[in-house]
């Protein structure tokens, strides 16, 4: 399995970026899809996950941040609006071992790259 995350860039605060993770290698719909990120100094940390029961959100990123997926084309998407500094992260996607993976890092078993997000105030 390959997860493939691009999208990220430089933004200002209040900005927007949509990151996209394409994933290959086994059947994309079976399993959760997630993003997690990583800031300096600190430990990864759980964003957003779309499984086969719905959407979940980190607290911080609620109401601002918006997973999806698109099966047809192997693709999750995070959709994130009205950014802040503290969103200047990593971003890496990672897809389940289940379809039912949530905010649990140890729930998924493929991670991509990461692409960086750096949002400047």
């Known amino acids: 399995v390959q997860l493939q995350a691009s999208g990220g860039g430089l933004v200002q605060a209040g900005g927007s970026l949509r990151l996209s993770c394409v994933a290959s290698g086994r059947a994309f719909r079976n399993y959760a899809m997630g993003w997690f990120r990583q800031a300096p100094g600190k430990d990864r940390e759980f964003v957003a996950a779309?499984?086969?029961?719905?959407?979940i959100y980190a607290d911080p990123v609620q109401g601002r941040l918006n997973i999806s997926r698109d099966n047809a084309k192997n693709t999750a998407y995070l959709q994130m609006n009205s950014l802040k500094p503290e969103d200047t992260a990593v971003y890496y996607c990672?897809?389940?071992?289940?379809?039912?993976?949530?905010?649990?890092?140890?729930?998924?078993?493929?991670w991509g790259r990461g692409t960086q997000v750096t949002v400047s105030s």
């Open positions: 990672a897809q389940g071992a289940t379809h039912y993976s949530n905010r649990d890092a140890g729930s998924y078993r493929y």
């Open positions: 779309v499984n086969w029961y719905g959407k």
